[in-house]
């Protein structure tokens, strides 16, 4: 009996399974907004259950449910809609949800995430999808145009810096550049320092980049960029300069793995219109005749030569019938030694001399997760090849992100992300030992480049265009171009390590603690060489001396440790009133030491890269250390009443170690608040509405070593045992101060097809750390203080449109625009002037009291009554005894952005204007390239209707506009070149010619890309997207000759100047993407 009921209970079950499958069966539709555009990656769930798809690009989905199910759709953005499976087809429009707009949200300051409707103060966000558009070996540089008030600046060169200014430059003598972020680590994002200070000056050395450089954007899930000091007063005494908060990619909860594969490849080319262009009509020389004082040949007959030792262009004009000796004819491995040849220009110029950089970068990772914890892991090895011979870098990184809840209440998280560098033949910045430098100034317009490759190659013998003479073939100035690229390079590497770990433990419903530990530590290893026969008159070494081989190194080690214990409360007081907020203590730990030592009197065995291949006795290390420490103490409040109105509050108490210890401790408040209008107003046009006031005063803290007097240590021999510094430190130092007013803007109309953030700021940096001159009575030439004030005030303006939005088509339109006004208020009592570098060519920058952060300042002309005076003795223009004229500023006027996206079907096609108004540039480039001779304004039809560079005798030379001292016009003819003056350039003409206006226009970024339908993919692809992108692909507008505006030396204080820069590369990228 018991067997026949077990048989019945089975039959019964198999008949109860037949009929639940009999009633499930496939559900089908198309998910749309309400003007019936298609929702792609709308979550699909069978309501009760975790089972469930997502829309795909044309908005449809297919999905197994019964007639009893409940289907739950749901979009940010729009309503979630619940709807029977009833029927076989559903189709289903959603609806905007003004609410949910409101509640995107971002990453503030210690990475705490709010609601982006309840903030007072301005931040702007940028997904990774957009970082990574365009592939890029520095994801900063791919945010230019994108945030209005966000000023981008790197330098083309391999791996070099990039800068990166919010709301204009606040401190003299100190850092400015943004604080980076990245997922709770603070980082040092500035330039990595080389062995050379004077490379911010155009001196010589590297750019060995920043921080920014070491981030993988494959790895970025959103970047939020806090503007004000409002947004960043959590950081205290780090907050002056804004912040940019990187969130990574997480892992998330799913069944199974996922696996996702980026590729990328990119060639570069040089943009013609951003390097030198040369007259074609003389060649080598600073006279218009030949060299007849060597019998080349040996006929014994003295023979025409080419005066290889002139670096100019203002030698004897083109005739393809002269035969004349040059540098290969002095070479005896040269196939035309002792061999004269036609005498014309360079078949293969200069610009001959780039390549195109390769870029390759491929990415692969793993995530996944379920109700207890996620994990995403990554890595990226990316290989890249520069616009210079034997240039390339190499970059492996490794990211981790997982997070597990331990129990119900405690929850663990960890940060990992691991980067190792590996960089070759970086291009020396500057004038000394830049072969860029030769090409742009000093150039000898018949020297064909690949007859210098060919040599090099068959030789490897540093055999160049400027040698000495036929019987002395040394380097006059100029080393063989591939000679000093292959066997005067640099190299270096990087080891960097971000982290953190952190608990979470909820106390109660309304009250967590978080412990979290962060570290960002790296280590630099750079090796500078100078091969035997090489040119010795640039500075090498410790001792700068001027020697024709050497080896010099540096080690360089940096780590921060931030160790944070926070308290994080949200809790309603009643049905109107809600507080949340953040009290806190961070300790921050940061060490820097290095060591720098360098042969002395060159190599002892040739290309034995070694110190102790020194001929001499090693130079004297050269050791650095600091140690600095930051107590901080804080706490954050913000009420929020009835989800429109918001006041928040923070303070802020730092403790600093580079402070004397009763001077030591800050505070740094703010308050802001914002009135979501829309949500009284209730107008159906209105989707979002809000306005915002803030105030807050934030810090720079004084940097190390600058309140107790150090002592210089010297040999025991014949000199005093201790040296005094010449700069005098000042106990009382006490924090730069900004104090910042903010009000803005937001709007969201005609259901999110018109938007509005507008923003107005002023700030003012008070107490400004600046080191001052001094009496020499007192036993030091300058002395640090608190003084000075800098005033930045500007509107910022961020306007996005949806012009066309039907059926499978939609056209956004982004504009981003921004005006700073910067002014120097004062300096101390009496100073007008603070000199922040000087320069090559008498240029300085500086802080000048009435005018904008960075004047240039040089010669000028003198005037009479407007006009130009001119010497009556030599008939050139009279100039400025002093340099210290301004004649330009950095500054710009405003900047501005405006990125184009279309979409159409599964294709995405968009374009992005990058522009700027205004600033200034010193091009020193063109001073000494007019005056060798180079440029093609050297060369031109005179009043008389011959060349000017004929002598006056065969009626060439010219006559300058202008009048004489007597204030009668000029009448003067004088030569263009003599061989011994001139009028051209750096050898008749006052620095102020050649400053020129820094605006531009370009076409920033171009991108068209297709995502693949699954069903032709089959059921093994999630997603597969392939791209195709170009950046910097085109200069519409600029007023700066022969060069980018955009370029400069390094990041830093110092920019509005150009010596040697690297031409632009236009970019062209294939992008392929899969997830699995």
Do not use: C
């Amino acid at each position: 009996m018991k067997l026949k009921f077990n048989g019945f209970l089975v039959l019964l079950l198999v008949l109860v399974a037949q009929l639940t499958f009999a009633q499930e069966r496939a559900v089908s539709g198309t998910v749309s907004d309400n003007a019936g555009m298609p929702l792609p990656g709308v979550s699909v769930l069978l309501k009760g259950t975790k089972s469930g798809t997502q829309t795909d690009f044309d908005g449809k989905f297919t999905i197994k449910a019964s007639t009893s199910q409940v289907l739950v759709f749901s979009y940010i953005g729009m309503k979630t809609q619940e709807i029977a499976a009833s029927s076989s087809v559903i189709n289903v429009k959603l609806a905007g949800d003004a609410q949910e707009l409101e509640g995107v949200v971002v990453t503030t300051a210690l990475g705490i995430k709010r609601e982006k409707k309840s903030l007072g103060y301005a931040t702007q966000k940028i997904d990774g999808d957009e970082v990574n558009k365009t592939p890029s070996t520095n994801f900063v540089n791919s945010m230019s145009g994108k945030v209005a008030g966000l000023q981008i600046k790197n330098n083309n060169n391999l791996g070099g810096s990039t800068n990166v200014v919010i709301r204009g430059y606040k401190s003299i003598g100190f850092n400015n550049q943004a604080l980076f972020v990245i997922d709770g680590v603070p980082v040092d994002n500035n330039e990595v320092l080389g062995n050379t200070s004077s490379q911010k000056q155009a001196g010589a050395g590297y750019d060995y980049g920043n921080a920014a450089s070491d981030i993988n954007p494959a790895d970025i899930e959103s970047v939020n960029v806090l503007k004000g000091a409002a947004a960043t007063a959590l950081y205290g005494s780090r907050a002056a300069n804004g912040a940019i908060m990187i969130t990574t990619k997480k892992g998330k909860q799913q069944n199974g793995l996922g696996v996702s594969l980026s590729s990328s490849v990119s060639i570069g080319t040089v943009d013609k219109s951003t390097f030198a262009k040369y007259q074609t009509q003389y060649g080598q020389g600073y006279f218009p005749s030949f060299r007849t004082t060597f019998d080349v040949d040996g006929n014994g007959t003295l023979d025409n030569t080419v005066r290889t030792n002139h670096d100019a262009s203002f030698g004897p004009a083109y005739d393809s019938s002269q035969m004349v000796f040059g540098w290969d004819s002095f070479v005896p491995e040269s196939s035309t030694y002792k061999t004269a040849r036609p005498w014309e220009i360079a078949k293969h110029g200069a610009i001959e001399f780039f390549e195109n950089p390769v870029v390759n970068t491929n990415t692969i990772a793993v995530n996944g997760g379920n109700d207890k914890g996620t994990f995403n892991l990554s890595y990226t090895n990316l290989s890249s090849t520069g616009l210079m011979p034997n240039s390339e870098q190499k970059k492996n990184s490794f990211l981790g992100n997982a997070s597990y809840k331990l129990t119900d209440k405690l929850t663990a998280t960890f940060f990992t992300n691991y980067v190792v560098t590996d960089t070759k033949g970086r291009n020396g910045t500057g004038y000394n030992g830049n072969i860029i430098s030769g090409f742009r100034q000093w150039w000898g317009t018949n020297v064909d480049l690949l007859e210098q490759r060919a040599i090099y190659q068959q030789t490897g013998k540093n055999y160049t265009w400027n040698a000495n003479s036929p019987t002395n073939i040394t380097p006059a100035y100029w080393n063989n171009p591939y000679f000093q690229v292959y066997e005067n390079y640099e190299s270096d590497t990087r080891n960097r390590f971000l982290g953190n770990a952190s608990l979470n433990y909820k106390i109660t419903s309304w009250l967590d603690a978080t412990g979290r530990v962060s570290v960002d530590t790296y280590s630099d290893f750079q090796e500078e060489r100078r091969a035997n026969g090489s040119y010795a008159g640039d500075p090498f070494g410790i001792a700068r001396s001027n020697e024709e081989s050497g080896y010099q190194r540096l080690n360089r080690n940096y780590s921060e440790f931030n160790y944070d214990l926070m308290f994080n409360f949200n809790t309603n007081l009643n049905e109107n009133l809600n507080l949340k907020g953040v009290a806190g203590i961070n300790i921050r730990r940061q060490q820097v030491d290095q060591i720098l030592a360098s042969t002395s009197g060159g190599l002892y065995v040739p290309k034995l890269f070694s110190l102790t291949n020194s001929v001499n006795a090693v130079e004297k290390p050269v050791e650095a250390m600091s140690d600095k420490g930051v107590n901080g103490y804080y706490v954050s409040a913000s009420l929020g009443y009835k989800d429109y109105l918001f006041l928040d509050a923070t303070l802020r108490r730092d403790v600093s170690s580079t402070l004397p210890s009763d001077n030591n401790e800050y505070y740094y408040p703010s308050v802001s608040g914002s009135y979501v209008f829309s949500n009284t107003l209730q107008q159906d046009w209105l989707t979002l509405g809000k306005v915002r006031l803030g105030y807050a005063e934030v810090g720079n803290d004084a940097p190390f070593a600058k309140t107790i007097d150090t002592y210089t240590s010297n040999s025991p021999f014949g000199t005093p045992l201790y040296s005094v510094p010449s700069t005098r430190n000042n106990p009382n130092l006490k924090p730069e101060r900004t104090k910042s007013w903010e009000a803005g803007l937001e709007l969201q109309m005609a259901q999110r097809r018109i938007g509005l953030d507008l923003s107005v700021y002023k700030t003012n940096t008070v107490d400004q750390i600046v080191d001052l001159p001094v009496s020499e009575a007192t036993g030091y030439t300058k002395l640090f203080k608190n003084v000075g004030n800098i005033e930045n005030k500007g509107i910022e303006a961020t306007l996005t449109l949806v012009p066309v939005k039907i059926d499978n088509f939609t056209w956004t339109m982004v504009t981003n625009w921004a005006k700073n006004k910067n002014k120097v208020i004062a300096l101390d009592e009496g100073i007008e002037n603070y000199q922040l570098g000087s320069f090559q060519g008498g240029i300085t920058i500086n802080a000048t009291v009435g005018q904008p952060y960075g004047t240039i300042q040089g010669s000028d002309y003198v005037y009479l009554n407007g006009q130009r005076v001119v010497d009556a003795g030599t008939g050139k223009y009279q100039i400025t005894g002093t340099n210290d004229n301004v004649i330009g500023n950095f500054t710009p006027d405003w900047t501005g952005g405006i990125n184009n996206i279309f979409n159409y079907k599964k294709f995405s096609f968009s374009f992005l204007i990058d522009m700027q108004k205004g600033g200034d540039v010193f091009s020193l480039d063109r001073w000494y390239g007019e005056g060798s001779g180079l440029y093609t304004n050297t060369v031109y039809t005179n009043d008389l209707g011959n060349p000017v560079r004929s002598t006056i005798a065969d009626g060439g030379g010219h006559i300058l506009p202008g009048v004489l001292p007597d204030g009668t016009p000029n009448t003067i003819r004088i030569e263009a070149n003599d061989g011994t003056d001139g009028s051209f350039g750096y050898l008749g003409s006052a620095n102020k010619d050649y400053v020129y206006d820094a605006s531009y226009v370009k076409l920033r970024e171009l991108t068209l890309g297709y995502t693949f339908d699954k069903k032709v993919l089959g059921g093994a692809f999630q997603e597969l997207y392939l791209g195709l992108s170009g950046s910097n692909l085109w200069i519409i507008h600029k007023n700066l000759p022969d060069a980018d505006p955009e370029a400069g030396l390094s990041a830093g204080n110092l920019q509005g100047y150009q010596s040697g820069v690297l031409p632009t590369t236009k970019t062209f990228a294939v992008n392929l993407k899969a997830k699995f």
